[in-house]
T-cell receptor, first 114, second 113 residues
């Protein structure tokens, strides 16, 4: 158990819909990362938040957005869903300092878009 | 563009046999390097990491990896594979000074009894 929790574990929805994925980082971790794992794109970085502020952006679609709240949990919002958005979405957290710190991954949320 | 390549999509080994999973990276400077394992239905677990120094790094579960600058490689090895090692293995890298990981496409390991 990494200490990172993600809800829900599974999500099934229809095209055009909007969903919210939630992540709670390990206690004391200020940074949250979102990654997407899909069959065609593999594992790719979407976005990073640090202490409530966006820190880095990867291959995140404009239909997707994220935020990190004062209690440090984060939400990834996916809208106007398409079949190709079906994937496993991981959240990871780290302490964050001047040096690189290990990212601890949650179990993921499996999104199925029908 | 920066990239991580895992040439083997799928590898099958017999239990007790040795294992080597290949990883090559393409970065301007040597990045930090990692190996993660993903078991079915699980998240990613860090096996080992290389930042600098000794080019042979030891990790958890009996795994080790060797960094070879001349070959831009960071191959994962295990002398004797156990059935519980069946999983998907990802090599990853991050530029020094950055944070987000770039992953390879993964190698699925199957272990035969």
């Amino acid at each position: 158990d990494s200490g990172v929790t993600q809800t829900p574990k599974h999500l099934i929805t229809a095209t055009g819909q909007r969903v919210t994925l939630r992540c709670s980082p390990r206690s004391g971790d200020l940074s949250v990362y979102w990654y997407q794992q899909s069959l065609d794109q593999g594992l790719q970085f979407l976005i990073q938040y640090y202490n409530g502020e966006e820190r880095a952006k990867g291959n995140i679609l404009e239909r997707f957005s994220a935020q990190q709240f004062p209690d440090l949990h984060s939400e990834l919002n996916l809208s106007s869903l398409e079949l190709g958005d079906s994937a496993l979405y991981f959240c990871a957290s780290s302490v964050e300092s001047n040096n690189y710190n290990e990212q601890f991954f949650g179990p993921g949320t499996r999104l199925t878009v029908l | 563009a920066q990239s991580v390549t895992q040439p083997d999509i799928h590898i099958t080994v017999s239990e007790g046999a040795s294992l080597e999973l290949r990883c090559n990276y393409s970065y301007g400077a040597t990045p930090y390097l990692f190996w993660y394992v993903q078991s079915p239905g699980q998240g990613l677990q860090l096996l080992l990491k290389y930042f600098s120094g000794d080019t042979l790094v030891q990790g958890i579960k009996g795994f080790e990896a060797e960094f070879k600058r001349s070959q831009s490689s960071f191959n994962l090895r295990k002398p004797s594979v156990h059935w519980s090692d069946a999983a998907e293995y990802f090599c990853a890298a991050v530029d020094t000074g950055r944070r987000a990981l770039t992953f390879g496409s993964g190698t699925r390991l199957q272990v035969q009894p």
